[in-house]
T-cell receptor, first 119, second 112 residues
């Protein structure tokens, strides 16, 4: 299985809502990522989990809260978002540093994304 | 200077021609280099990776890496309309953290 799945595909929420994005992979990867992508811009890294531990937080506002329940699952909890948070949210996974072939740790595979609209 | 730069687009080529996409990077410690293709409204798809100087070929795609010049390119031979997409260059370095830096992307349009 070489697929990263994300749910939901689309999400519309109000600024007072609480929602969660979910990501799952079954490739045995030990690194998982959340990215945010605005139109005509490259993906912008938000969080990295390596061996189920948060290794990178790119100064993301606390209204975004990541969670890694196990090595296959990654969640992003959303609360009190702003309209400017509307974007495509991408999950990715890769072999973690220290496993497999040198360099392959950065070989990231993306899920289809969740299109988020904040009203 | 941006960490990863790509030739500004949009790039238009006729069907059957060679499309050349370029990427430069500033960190000499970079060790892994990736090309992603992203169709409008879709997620990035990894199409090529290269770690050593020289050329790497996969079907109609050739990645070229020159670490001395801090330059990586992607050639698409016999371009097809289905190749029309944004191409993202990503650069990583081997550290204890798994992170790549994406370039801004180049939009390619293949004209039938």
């Amino acid at each position: 299985d070489t697929e990263v799945t994300q749910t939901p595909k689309h999400l519309v929420m109000g600024m007072t809502n609480k929602k969660s994005l979910k990501c799952e992979q079954h490739m045995g990867h030990r690194a998982m990522y959340w990215y945010k992508q605005k139109a005509k811009k490259p993906p912008e890294l938000m969080f990295v989990y390596s061996y189920e531990k948060l290794s990178i937080n790119e100064s993301v506002p606390s209204r975004f809260s990541p969670e890694c329940p196990n090595s296959s699952l990654l969640n992003l909890h959303l609360h009190a978002l702003q309209p400017e948070d509307s974007a495509l949210y991408l999950c990715a996974s890769s072999q973690a540093y220290g496993t497999g072939t040198s360099g392959r740790a950065n070989e990231q595979f993306f899920g289809p994304g969740t299109r988020l609209t904040v009203l | 200077q941006k960490e990863v730069e790509q030739n500004s687009g949009p790039l238009s080529v006729p069907e059957g021609a060679i499309a050349s996409l370029n990427c430069t990077y500033s960190d000499r410690g970079s060790q892994s280099f990736f090309w992603y293709r992203q169709y409008s409204g879709k997620s990035p798809e990894l199409i090529m990776f290269i770690y050593s100087n020289g050329d790497k070929e996969d079907g109609r795609f050739t990645a070229q890496l020159n670490k001395a010049s801090q330059y990586v390119s992607l050639l698409i031979r016999d371009s097809q309309p289905s190749d029309s997409a944004t191409y993202l260059c990503a650069v990583g370095r081997e550290t204890s953290y798994d992170k790549v830096i994406f370039g801004p992307g180049t939009s390619l349009s293949v004209i039938p």
